[in-house]
């Protein structure tokens, strides 16, 4: 009873008084189990006594009974005390599993969602991106539901010159200026992606008239246009915009995405017209076209179907001849006269200008020897040069090359590029300029007054003439405006020691103005046709020989 009191009393003071404190699910066994089994010597105690006569058989039974009784409950209770721990323990486990499994969970949606954020987020705009995009308009073509939508595909104009002058940076900046107009502007119909480079997309998801259309297309061109400001620079940029609509155009996906595609290229090459183009069929039978002529391109035989044609310039104060511009014609056998306009843009963008451009310098270069030696004459040859040309490595030593080979006076030589071209990389044009002035061989810009126009490029470089475009000259007569550019352009290139020849003359009324304008040498149908080397001998060449041989012989 003594020892009960003790045990209760024991009990009590360590339920007030903790010796430890308890941890739930304690990865421990507890403290009770696995102790030394002490009773187990108890077994030695009676056999010592019984046999020693000191115990009586009936105690030693009761003794030996009580001690197997106590060993059983003991194993009992220490197998309890292990299930429970181990209930316990596998419990612990359990939760701490389902935690991590939770926390595991939570940090896989996460990063699902951010995964799946740029997978169709654009990482520079913060735009979808083309792969959206696609997804997006395949999933309006596969519902269930009648879908009438549009696709307005976007590219930035003159992006390039600036990206070029002011690095990949500026440029990225540029890019972010520009997303984020359009994706305040963007209406709730529509949805913004940027599909690469410089180029933007927009599906409108709704049966919208065209009348709204053209509005939206406008409102994004005058976004565009808005200058940008990235201190300390200020830019001025726009936009070509094509548009084509489902399923009126085109009932699957990659071919309405060609069609609103090639609408905008048409956009770009009608750079003074609307800056937006919607879809025709008349653009699926020009591609045909335009496919048609780069096959033939590629199986082109030089002599047999190009040939050079040759336009008279004349000096405007004495109507002297000065020289020619080389014009290059295609007659192919099967589909007849290609007009230049139409293959030029081609060759240059398969690059087929290059063999080309070699082959128009190897005729230029071998004609202009002819006449010039034979007819006693100094004329120039004007060649137009392409913008691939130039980029070509070592550009200036290969003319070389060539004028060398030719026998061929380097002034004899005037290489026409176009104003445009000049803006693309103003340094190394610069250089170009430089290097080919150092050789004697002239230099004029073509096309002026229908690009960039800017003294602040033209002073720097070391050219000879400037070619009033033919579009300024056709309205000279009848647009005060047009009027005042060219005289202004006029007056520039005298200021600044440059010549001035005027393109595309045809009427009486306009070479009149030119000559109260000072302009000095003219080229155009007025004076001639560009005609054949053997026509442009005998209607040219021949008669200023005989003029020169009549005047010397009322001289004499």
């Known amino acids: ?26 990865m421990e066994l507890p403290e009770n189990y696995g102790r030394p089994n002490i009773v187990t010597w108890l077994f030695l105690v009676p056999l010592v006594f019984y046999f020693a006569g000191i115990m009586s058989n009936l105690v030693f039974i009761h003794m030996i009974g009580v001690i197997i009784i106590y060993q059983l409950i003991r194993g009992y209770v220490q197998t309890a005390i292990k299930n429970e721990y181990l209930l316990r323990r596998e419990k612990q486990l359990n939760d701490i599993l389902d935690q991590t499994v939770q926390e595991r969970t939570k940090e896989l949606v996460q990063v699902n969602k951010t995964l799946e954020s740029l997978s169709k987020r654009d990482a520079l705009t913060g735009l979808f991106n083309r792969r959206y995009f696609i997804q997006y308009i395949d999933s ?55 599909v690469g480079g410089d180029e933007f997309a927009m599906v409108v998801n709704e049966n919208i008239s065209e009348e709204t259309l053209c509005q939206y297309a406008k409102e994004i061109i005058k976004l565009c246009e808005t200058t940008i400001s990235i201190p300390p620079y200020s830019f001025q940029l726009g936009v070509s915009i094509g548009i084509a609509l489902f399923p009126r155009d085109a009932d699957e996906r990659n071919t309405l995405i060609k069609y609103a595609d090639m609408a905008m290229y048409q956009a770009k090459k009608n750079y003074l017209a609307k800056r937006f183009v919607f879809f025709d069929s008349w653009l699926s039978e020009e591609i045909q076209r335009k496919h048609e002529i780069e096959l033939l391109l590629r199986h082109i035989d030089f002599r047999q179907e190009f040939q050079l044609y040759y336009q008279p310039q004349y000096r405007i104060v004495d109507n002297a001849l000065v020289g020619m511009e080389a014009l290059i014609r295609w007659n192919n056998p099967n589909k007849g006269w290609i007009l230049p306009g139409e293959f030029i843009p081609i060759a240059e963008e398969t690059s087929m200008i290059i063999k080309i451009g070699e082959w128009v310098i190897d005729e230029a270069l071998k004609q202009i020897k002819v006449w010039n ?5 100094d004329l120039k040859m004007g060649i137009n040069i392409s913008p691939k040309q130039i980029d070509q490595e070592d550009f200036v030593n290969w003319l070389k090359q060539k004028i060398t080979a030719s026998s061929v006076k380097p002034a004899w030589i005037d290489l026409e590029i176009t104003e445009n071209s000049t803006m693309n990389s103003e340094t190394s044009m610069e250089e170009l300029f430089t290097a080919l002035a150092e050789i004697d061989i002239n230099i004029s810009i073509d096309d002026f007054g229908t690009g960039y126009s800017s003294l602040s490029y033209i002073k720097r470089f070391d050219i000879d003439r400037l070619k009033i475009a033919k579009e300024l000259i056709d309205n000279i007569a009848n647009d005060k405006n047009t009027l005042l550019i060219v005289k202004a352009i006029i007056m520039m290139a005298n200021g600044l020691g440059l010549k001035t020849i005027a393109e595309g003359v045809e009427e009486k009324e306009q070479l009149s103005i030119l000559k109260e304008l000072c302009c000095d040498e003219i080229q155009g149908y007025i004076y001639g046709r560009p005609v054949a080397a053997d026509v442009f001998e005998r209607e040219y060449l021949m008669k200023h020989r005989r003029s020169k041989t009549v005047v010397a012989y009322l001289k004499g």
């Open 140 to 194: 309006l073509i596969d519902s269930s539901e009648e879908k009438i939508f549009s696709v307005f595909y976007m590219d930035l104009d003159r992006f390039k010159a600036i990206n070029d002058a002011h690095g990949h940076e500026m440029g990225d900046e540029i890019l972010k200026k520009i997303a984020q107009r359009l994706e305040i502007w963007c209406p709730s119909n529509g949805i913004l992606s940027r």
């Open 373 to 377: 030696e034979e007819y006693g004459l």
């Open 1 to 26: 009873m003594f020892t009960i009191v003790l045990l209760a009393f024991a009990a009590m003071e360590e339920a007030e008084n903790p010796s430890r404190e308890t941890e739930v699910c304690k």
